[in-house]
């Protein structure tokens, strides 16, 4: 791969916060984020520096979510592409006005900022915080938040037309607040190495399905599945080699899938195969606390099933737990947990999401 690669010029509808800037402006003004900016700010500006460079590839950290954060590369032009597939599949031509409210660190923030300038959009930046809506006073066509970020914005989401969520399931509780909500909001699959999102589906369908929802896959995106079952993405347009990933998926049709867990999550408990996340979702509709599904070992199941609750110890709390559980009759005998831990405050990943293995760690002896 050549070390030169010639940086496209931004499209002339490309606006920043209501100003259009040329590639050579763009630099200036990430001169000035890093020096007079915010802290948010100044990772716009590291951002915008890095890709103005004439290299073919950005550095970039993964989420670190399913394991330690690691460094690796992306190609500027894949991850050019995947702006334009975001565009084709989500309807948002040049002209379209977009709220950038995440970190510019991570790949959604990053990809927010390509969208814009590539795509020709309107792009509004304000400080990632746990309501980014609280002080947005117009309507835009476009914006992407985490499921905390959407929790906490349900007031306020018809200032948003369209709104992809991701880094995170978003619970049943939540998609019963969104099902009169006017705003098309979208749940997405995707991975730092895929340049963000590769399939979408649907949060508030205006037909309701009692089934599972499966995703869909962006343009130019293939799918297949591995012995273990899990799902193989082929997408030349924004990687240079297959994934082969740790999901375990349902293939619903060549361009839709069911997620139904993470392969290196799946508890063997006496010789019954338990799906983590699939628990988790049966168990979402009853917990109000933040919460996960994992497994201990043990003497004769070989493992057992455990559930972590963030709420502070009490026998009170612990039993009324126990007692919702037993009564909830979407759980087979399997999927009851035979422990209950109740930790004040669970460890999390830099970008918020729940750190499973260090809170098993650093609370468990």
């Not at 979208?186 to 963000?196: F, L, N, V």
């Not at 999927?335 to 999390?348: A, D, G, T, V």
């Amino acid at each position: 791969m050549a070390n030169k690669y010639k940086i496209p010029e931004t499209h002339p509808e490309f606006r920043l916060n209501k100003q259009h800037f040329t590639n050579s402006e763009l630099r200036q003004v990430a001169y000035s984020f890093i020096k007079e900016g915010e802290p948010y700010e100044e990772k716009i500006g590291a951002f915008l520096l890095d890709w103005l460079k004439p290299t073919a590839y950005v550095e970039v950290y993964t989420s670190g979510s399913t394991g330690k954060p690691k460094k690796i590369r992306l190609k500027k032009q894949h991850m050019i592409n995947s702006a334009i597939a975001t565009s084709r599949f989500f309807d948002l031509p040049a002209g379209t006005t977009a709220l950038l409210c995440l970190p510019a660190e991570y790949i959604a923030g990053k990809m927010m900022l390509l969208r814009a300038m590539y795509l020709g959009w309107q792009l509004d930046t304000v400080p990632p915080s746990s309501n980014p809506l609280d002080q947005v006073f117009k309507v835009y066509d476009f914006s992407a938040m985490t499921p905390f970020q959407l929790d906490n914005s349900i007031a306020r989401l018809h200032l948003v037309r369209k709104l992809i969520i991701g880094g995170g399931a978003v619970s049943p509780r939540i998609k019963e607040m969104l099902s009169d909500i006017d705003t098309k909001i979208y749940e997405t699959y995707g991975m730092t190495e895929t340049s963000s999102h590769i399939a979408a589906k649907r949060l508030n369908p205006r037909k309701k399905k009692k089934s599972p929802r499966p995703f869909k896959l962006l343009p130019n995106i293939s799918i297949s599945q591995d012995e273990r079952g899990c799902l193989i993405i082929k997408a030349p347009n924004i990687l240079d080699e297959e994934i082969v990933t740790n999901d375990v998926v349902e293939i619903i049709t060549y361009k839709k899938f069911l997620w139904k867990g993470r392969y290196d999550n799946v508890i063997n408990s006496g010789g019954i195969k338990l799906y983590p996340e699939e628990i988790e979702r049966k168990l979402n509709t009853e917990l109000d606390h933040r919460f996960f599904v994992t497994s201990m070992p043990d003497d004769s199941l070989g493992e057992k099933l455990v559930l972590f609750v963030e709420d502070d110890f009490s026998e009170e709390t612990l039993a009324e737990l126990e007692k919702t559980i037993s009564e909830m009759k979407s759980l087979s005998k399997y999927e009851r947990p035979k422990k209950i831990y109740l930790i004040e405050k669970f460890e999390e990943t830099p970008n918020g999401k729940i750190h499973r293995e260090n809170t098993i760690k650093s609370k468990v002896s």
